[in-house]
């Protein structure tokens, strides 16, 4: 079974400046990547997701992701934070190949603070 | 907008009650997932239905049953509630094979 490590589990930032969020999963068999955002009070919003084809993956809201097969890492960027992006952050991994059981892991979560 | 609805938003009942929460899955989609979300202990997965077949099955206590109907929508069944049930339920759909999961609004529970 897969795991998933999200390294920071609160990253406070100033407005306008550059973020990272870091995630690494445990195996380096095919995978799907997947980063959620939720918001207060809200459900799970997906931010952007890798399948295949470029690892360099857009999601909205002005996010990216790397997708590094190598250090099994999946972490999440944006140039530039507003106050709105404030909110946690998932990132979430998927066995391809799954055959039986659950195939859908969620790491614990990173809360993003942006401070004006 | 997800796709995803559940009904209700709320609901506040009382220790030892029982209470079905309700899902509809996105068009199309086959799979559907239940998940807790609580202060202390995070996003739980619960129990994942594929096709009105149970497919995987996370932390979910034997107070709680679910199931998933021809029409694909899903019902969670949490039975003699405890306070420590007081939670956020997501329901959750995909169209399987790992893809993406788009997630409803949630049912938020308190029990008093």
């Known amino acids: 079974a897969q795991s998933v490590t999200q390294l920071d589990s609160q990253v406070p930032v100033f407005e306008e400046a550059p973020v990272e969020l870091r995630c690494n999963y445990s195996s380096s068999v095919s995978v799907y990547l997947f980063w959620y955002v939720q918001y207060p009070n809200q459900g799970l919003q997906l931010l952007l997701k890798?399948?295949?084809?470029?690892?360099l993956v857009k999601g909205i809201n002005g996010f990216e992701a790397e997708f590094n097969k190598s250090q099994t890492s999946f972490h999440l960027r944006k140039p530039s934070v507003h106050i709105s992006d404030t909110a946690e952050y998932f990132c979430a991994v998927s066995d391809k190949d799954f055959v039986t059981g659950n195939q859908f892991y969620f790491g614990t979560g990173t809360s993003l603070t942006v401070i004006p | 907008d997800s796709g995803v609805t559940q009904t209700p938003k709320h609901l506040i009942t009382a220790t030892g009650q029982r209470v079905t929460l309700r899902c509809s899955p996105r068009s199309g989609d086959l799979s559907v997932y239940w998940y807790q979300q609580s202060l202390d202990q995070g996003l739980q997965f619960l129990i994942q239905?594929?096709?009105?077949?149970?497919?995987a099955k996370g932390n979910i206590l034997e107070r709680f049953s679910a199931q998933q109907f021809p029409d694909l929508h899903s019902e969670l069944n949490l039975s003699s509630l405890e306070l420590g049930d007081s939670a956020l339920y997501f329901c959750a759909s995909s169209r399987g094979r790992g893809r993406e999961q788009y997630f409803g609004p949630g049912t938020r529970l308190t029990v008093t």
């Open positions: 239905y594929y096709n009105g077949e149970e497919r």
């Open positions: 890798y399948l295949s084809g470029s690892t």
